[in-house]
């Protein structure tokens, strides 16, 4: 496991969940960090026009109700879950709280 000191800011780093978080802060950290991989954001937005695509609402009271589909996420905070991100300060800080469920390497 690379030390997050050695990292330096903009450069590339490939993260990877060892270990199930004990806590939901630090599952939704993971998740929020794992977003941010090109790949996930491309399915994200995939995913979005299709949201956009299925919308389908009622009328009611002479508004529009409903028909929004629920939103999939597909990245979880399970041991397994890779994603390559850019090494920023929000992630370079949050890294050494993560030091338990994440291992940290150079991409």
């Known amino acids: 496991m690379a030390e997050t000191k050695n990292i330096a800011l903009g450069s590339k780093i490939k993260l990877t969940v060892v270990k199930t978080p004990t806590n939901a802060a630090a599952a939704k950290t993971i998740v929020r960090l794992l977003w941010k991989d090109p790949v996930a954001k491309e399915h994200d937005r995939r995913l979005t026009k299709l949201r956009e695509r299925d919308y389908n609402p009622d009328r009611r009271g002479g508004r529009l109700y409903g028909g929004r589909v629920v939103k999939q996420n597909p990245v979880k905070a399970v041991p ?27 991409a």
Not at 87 to 98: E, F, I, R, S
Request: proline letters at 4%; zero cysteines; charged letters at 15%.
């Open 80 to 106: 397994g879950s890779t994603g390559t991100i850019t090494a920023t300060a929000d992630v370079l800080a949050a890294l050494p709280k993560l030091a338990r469920f994440v291992q940290v390497a150079k």
